[in-house]
């Protein structure tokens, strides 16, 4: 086998790029033959941006990235058009006398499932056009409200003002939004001046491969099967890869039915199956093999 040619990456995304960008810009200095990312930053926000590289963007459906945590920067008494530091200013309002007592209430009242209305800056599509093109054109429209969960709270500074917290969340929460309803908690207005993303996929930022760096560190390559939400691992044997390989059912030692199993051969990760009553069967796989 091979060495590993099909991994994950997660890139520590610069502030003032799309996450489109920071893809071309990679594909092209390192010269990948397929490039994908998931779960897009805005350009104003930085932080991890998980990237999969030549087969691995196969896999993408499969992982665990049900929770994430970004570091967010909130101003208080200015709201924009678009929740950001990027939009314009559309109202202002006077800031009550807070502490940061009032804000650790106010983040516990947040804390748990709620509602969120997706914004009008947002890749959300109603009726096959993107809320941002609706935005830009002068457009409101109305959206349906989403139950996301907020993990976790921890407060990092405030000076009446400015707000810096961590924010663990589920998958589908806007950081933006949130921002917008911990200031109605506090009783006023607010948008975000920074974003950034700290973890995803239970991996933090000490895995982070730096985006200005010309050679890619081995040590940061993540195979696909350490992402992949599966229910068990199969080291296969000779016989069962060439089943697997060429599209055919092959018989296991184990007595369970799992939806998601990560499959290996010879050490190296290539694909995904679905076992029911020892009958494994291939669902995604590497080419190459």
Excluded at 27 to 41: A, D, E, P, Q, Y
């Amino acid at each position: 086998m091979s060495e590993v040619a099909n991994f994950f990456l997660l890139v520590d995304k610069p502030v003032g790029i799309t996450s489109q960008r920071c893809l071309t810009t990679l594909k092209r200095r390192f010269g990948f033959k397929k490039i994908g990312h998931h779960g897009t930053l805005d350009p104003f926000a930085s932080g991890l941006l998980l990237v999969g590289v030549n087969e691995a963007t196969k896999f993408f459906q499969f992982i665990n990235d049900e929770a994430k945590t970004y570091r967010a920067t909130i101003k208080l008494g200015a709201r924009t058009d678009t929740l950001d530091v990027t939009g314009t200013v559309l109202e202002e309002l006077g800031v009550p006398c807070l502490s940061a007592a009032h804000v650790l209430a106010a983040m516990a009242a947040l804390t748990g499932e709620i509602q969120q209305i997706p914004p009008m800056y947002s890749a959300v599509k109603i009726a096959g056009k993107k809320l941002y093109e609706l935005a830009r054109a002068g457009e409101t429209v109305e959206r349906q409200a989403r139950t996301v969960n907020i993990l976790h709270w921890q407060l990092i500074s405030f000076d009446q003002t400015i707000i810096v917290a961590d924010v663990t969340v589920s998958r589908g929460t806007y950081i933006r939004v949130l921002a917008e309803q911990l200031a109605e908690k506090l009783g006023t207005i607010a948008h975000l001046t920074a974003l950034r993303r700290l973890s995803l996929c239970g991996l933090d930022e000490s895995f982070a491969q730096s985006f200005e760096a010309q050679v890619i560190d081995d040590s940061k390559k993540i195979i696909p099967a350490r992402l992949i939400a599966a229910q068990t691992h199969l080291d296969l044997n000779e016989h069962q890869f060439e089943d697997i390989r060429h599209g055919r059912t092959t018989l296991t030692e184990l007595e369970v039915d799992a939806d998601c199993v990560t499959l290996a051969y010879q050490g190296q990760f290539f694909g995904v199956g679905i076992l029911k009553k020892r009958h494994l069967s291939p669902v995604r796989l590497c080419h190459g093999y």
